[in-house]
């Protein structure tokens, strides 16, 4: 009976990693439209970075971890929206996943061929003492990602349900339109929405990265479990991306654990299917008006 | 004008009829592969160029037909009767995974596609009993008419282009038909066409099943190409692939996914010089086609033809204006 206890940790742990990837993906596609088939690379890619500062720079931990952020932030979020988003955001939802697979891909291999096929390890941000609650060992990593990732999210909840910021956000994911006609500057809000996705992405990567290594090719696992997530709770809330996000978490820890390693992935699988067909607008979704 | 398409036309005929005998053994590999790769590409420019429903199983439905020729040859079906059953079965799981799509929109259709591919790739790999596990099945046999093999890869060739030609004359009446233009008047306007009186559930479940089941027949024929097929050759990449294929050729033209299969085949062939940085400048190209050429290559080939005919015809007879080629608007 522990070791439930234990792996619900650990899956929470994971999960919540995975719902930090899920919510930038459903905020970029509620602001944009834009399906971002780069999202796991946009979590790799900051991993990188951070392990520049750290071995390369010689930056303290606190210090590291803000120049990735900001540079995840400009290079992710500010200059894919200049680049590619402005331009390609008025020929409909296609050209920009296409333009998003290259982008993937450009990512991808650019780290393997200039910089290094191999894993890197990644220094643990806090420490992995176990800790005994009773007869429940947990670890004081994943307790703390969990934490720390809870901490991000209502950050984020706040910005978007109490600032103005977060009020425009929802206007035009209702209604470009109109948002427009309101007077909201829609471009320069999905500029922003593309730099919070490109900071979420980068404090995921650093929660990740401890875990998996810092390796040129995880994010193509990483960016798919952000789609599993956003299907399952639902494309047009944060909140359906957040529990799609732990569940896919969960599902992936106990299914490994208890049944078979070979097919983990293929349980996430199955509840998307399920969902799709009983609930196609996801677990958390609402029907957004067809056509 | 019609007198020097026909020409045209049949100088292309007689260059792919002839040519292979020219080529050795590992060019006409690549050019079976590229037939290949034109089979499935028009399977997906029927589902999505033309009916504006997007698939990311392809590579998954490929697999059936695959699967179909490797495990039903050593048990005595002929070749074709393994291809037809491949095909009839992505056409059977064409209509299954059409169904959400009547009731979902763009990015689910995108998602369900994306699963299925994984779940597909899942089971061939750990079906072992059935399909070889990730050792794959090898030793698959080419078909063979009584006297008549296609045994050597220049037999194979032709066996292939056949097929080919086949399939492209079957898009091409399919397109023709009053089922190509109620693909078309879906992909413009779904309600519109739905108050004309196309009836909506039936076209859209065609035209993914109908696509679907030439990925099938593309799967079968692939098969038999290098005698050996395990899970690697139908993951989510390749159904990627085939997608940047479509797109990059020109969606809902009919030249699309010929200019798009020959670029994606032979691209890396050109870029082998390059060892790693092969996988490096083809996102970039990409990206930059995108951003560019969103319309796809098939622009590039307008301009080509109209300056052809100019130069050949002279500038008094204009060139027949070019269907546009699609662009999905986010509904």
């Known amino acids: 009976m522990t070791d439930v206890f234990q792996l619900l940790v650990a899956g929470l742990s994971i999960g919540s990693i995975y719902a930090m990837a899920a919510i930038g993906f459903v905020l970029l596609w509620q ?9 796991g690379e946009f979590v790799v ?15 303290p931990f606190a210090a590291a971890f803000v120049a990735t952020v900001i540079v995840s932030t400009l290079l992710l979020g500010l200059l894919v929206k ?36 191999l894993a890197l390890p990644f220094p643990p941000i806090f420490s992995r003492q176990p800790i005994r609650v009773g007869g429940v060992i947990f670890s004081f990593e994943e307790v703390m990602n969990v934490l720390f990732a809870a901490v991000v999210i209502g950050g984020l909840q706040l910005l978007i349900r109490r600032t103005k910021l977060g009020w425009a956000m929802q206007a035009v994911a209702q209604n470009r339109d109109l948002a427009s006609i309101l007077g909201i500057n829609v471009s320069r809000l999905v500029g922003l929405t593309f730099m919070l996705n490109a900071a979420l992405t980068a404090v995921a990567a650093i929660l990740i990265a401890p875990v998996y290594l810092v390796k040129y090719d995880i994010g193509i696992g990483i960016g798919l479990k952000a789609f599993y997530a956003a299907i399952i709770g639902g494309f047009n809330q944060v909140r359906g991306a957040l529990l799609g996000g732990l569940l896919v978490g969960l599902v992936e820890t106990y299914s490994a654990a208890y049944i078979s390693n070979q097919f983990r992935d293929a349980f996430a699988l199955i509840i998307i299917i399920g969902v799709l067909l009983l609930k196609p607008e996801g677990l958390l979704g609402v029907k957004e008006e067809w056509a | 004008m019609g007198r020097w398409r026909t020409r045209a036309l049949l100088a292309g005929a007689v260059a792919v009829l002839v040519f292979p005998v020219l080529l050795e ?11 290949v790769y034109l089979i499935m590409a028009i399977g997906l420019n029927l589902t999505l160029g033309y009916a504006g429903q997007i698939s990311l199983a392809h590579a998954g439905f490929m697999s059936f037909g695959a699967y179909a020729v490797a495990i039903l040859g050593p048990l005595g079906v002929p070749f074709e009767g393994g291809l037809l059953i491949g095909a009839l079965f992505a056409f059977f799981w064409g209509i299954v995974l059409g169904f959400p799509a009547l009731k979902v929109k763009h990015h689910y259709l995108a998602m369900v596609t994306l699963g299925f591919n994984i779940i597909v790739f899942l089971v061939i790999r750990n079906w072992e009993s059935l399909t070889g596990g ?14 008549l093999r296609f045994q050597s890869d220049r037999e194979y060739f032709y066996y292939i282009l056949g097929w080919t030609v086949l ?100 691209l890396p062939e050109l870029l082998r010089a390059s060892e790693g940085f092969y996988l490096i400048i083809f996102s970039l190209a990409v990206i ?15 301009w080509l033809v109209c300056w052809i005919t100019r130069r050949v015809v002279g500038p008094a007879d204009p060139p027949a204006p070019a269907e546009p080629a699609a662009v999905l608007e986010p509904k």
Request: glycine residues 10%; aromatic residues 12%.
């Open chain 1, 31 to 39: 602001t944009s439209n834009t399906i971002n088939f780069a999202q």
């Open chain 1, 45 to 59: 890619l900051p991993a990188f970075v951070m392990v520049l500062f750290l071995t390369v720079f010689r930056f």
């Open chain 1, 82 to 117: 200049k680049a590619l988003v402005d331009r390609l955001i008025k020929m409909g939802v296609l050209p920009l996943v296409i333009a998003t697979i290259g982008l993937s891909m450009l990512i991808r291999y650019s780290l393997q061929q200039f910089w290094t096929p």
């Open chain 2, 25 to 35: 053994q590992y060019k006409l590999y690549l050019a079976s592969l590229t037939l």
């Open chain 2, 134 to 147: 990730s050792f794959g099945i090898s030793g698959i046999a080419r078909p063979q008419w009584g006297p």
């Open chain 2, 167 to 266: 399939v492209v004359a079957s898009a091409h009446w399919i397109l023709h038909s009053r089922w190509g233009r109620a693909f078309r008047a879906i992909r413009e306007n779904e309600m519109r066409a739905e108050v004309v009186g196309v009836s909506l559930r039936n076209y859209k479940l065609m035209a993914f099943a109908i696509g679907s089941a030439y990925a099938g027949v593309g799967g079968a024929l692939f098969a038999p190409l290098l005698t050996y097929i395990d899970p690697g050759a139908f993951t989510l990449d390749r159904s990627i692939q085939f997608l940047m294929m479509v797109v990059m050729g020109g969606l809902g033209r009919f030249e699309g996914p010929f200019i798009g299969a020959v670029v994606v085949t032979l």
């Open chain 2, 288 to 302: 930059l086609m995108m951003l560019f050429m969103p319309k796809g290559l098939v622009g590039v080939w307008d």
